[in-house]
């Protein structure tokens, strides 16, 4: 009734059975499609190694070095095509379908040349209504698309749109995905390590050790993911915020707004608009503003943080410094 209201779109409801498959497509399908298609090829590879006829005379093929050593490799290998293929993959799980031509996909494909990017394309994640949210997916620019989902569409504002947009395209120009990944493993290795060494010295025992040292990564990665994801979501909000300053869309001036701040600062529409997108996707999902998520804060401290950014210097901004 308050779609109605409010004058939103209002879908069919879905039968049980088709509630639970959307769910699972849209939620769990990014992390059961590549688990199976790694599980998959780890199985593949066990068997081909046991009909492979190994050499018996003692040369280099056939040591021992580099029987133990082709499967991690060839693992290694299979995994990497894998994760380059999942973005492909993905769009066939969800229901999705490339923006049609017209004024939206202009401004979307004008953004990504703005800041050098390169997609495969801009994709509409069709979700019945049931998610408002947009998502960048691959590392491999000719395999990388940026979804954004129907209700979103339908519900954000063309500048809030844009907004949402730059967001996704600043954690492409950022290279964040590489950065988290990094910065988890790195977290992992070197607490890790550094736990196992101190355990080795205090005298425990091997299995203890091993054991303690792992519980000690985990807790390493957890803390890890939550501060570096929170602040490179801090710094994709000031990225749509300083490229909606910098390009201000023919939609006008947000709400009225008078721009009077002075060239190559953050201008209060532009954070207004990522701002006022991150209100009405919190509303619309029913989330407060002030729930803390650990990846991505509260939509609260997202929001006073961008106004805070309203008159500072675009190429100065501290958050940059911070993830920097």
Do not use: C
Not at 66 to 76: D, E, K, S, T
């Amino acid at each position: 009734s308050r779609a109605l209201d409010e004058g939103r779109p209002v879908y069919a409801f879905p039968t049980p059975w088709r509630y639970v498959l959307g769910a699972a497509r849209n939620s769990l399908a990014i992390m059961f499609v590549p688990l199976v298609l790694i599980l998959g090829w780890s199985e593949l590879l066990d068997l081909l190694m046991m009909r492979i006829a190994w050499p018996t005379e003692p040369d280099l093929l056939a040591s021992e070095t580099v029987r133990a050593a082709a499967p991690a490799v060839a693992r290694l290998a299979g995994s990497v095509v894998i994760f380059a293929l999942v973005p492909p993959v993905m769009t066939r799980v969800w229901d999705t379908t490339p923006i049609p031509a017209g004024e939206l996909r202009l401004d979307l494909e004008r953004l990504a040349r703005a800041h050098e990017i390169r997609l495969r394309r801009f994709l509409i994640w069709r979700t019945g209504g049931a998610m408002l949210n947009g998502a960048v997916i691959g590392l491999v620019p000719w395999l990388r698309y940026i979804v954004l989902t129907d209700a979103l569409l339908e519900n954000l504002t063309e500048p809030e749109v844009e907004a949402v947009a730059a967001h996704e395209v600043a954690h492409v120009r950022k290279h964040h995905m590489v950065w988290l990944a990094l910065a988890v493993l790195g977290s992992a290795l070197f607490v890790g390590e550094g736990a196992a060494f101190v355990f080795v010295r205090l005298g425990w025992p091997e299995p203890l050790v091993a054991w303690s040292s792992a519980g000690v990564s985990l807790v390493a990665v957890v803390l890890a993911l939550g501060v570096v994801s929170r602040r490179f979501e801090w710094q994709a909000d000031a990225f749509a915020a300083r490229h909606l300053s910098e390009h201000p869309s023919e939609y006008g001036v947000a709400d009225g707004i008078t721009e009077d701040t002075p060239n190559g600062t953050i201008t209060e529409s532009g954070a207004r608009a990522m701002s006022s997108a991150l209100a009405r996707v919190a509303r619309l999902n029913g989330m407060p503003e002030k729930r803390f998520t650990w990846r991505h804060g509260s939509i609260r401290t997202r929001r006073r943080r961008l106004a805070a950014l309203v008159g500072t210097k675009a190429d100065r901004l501290s958050i940059d410094r911070r993830v920097r």
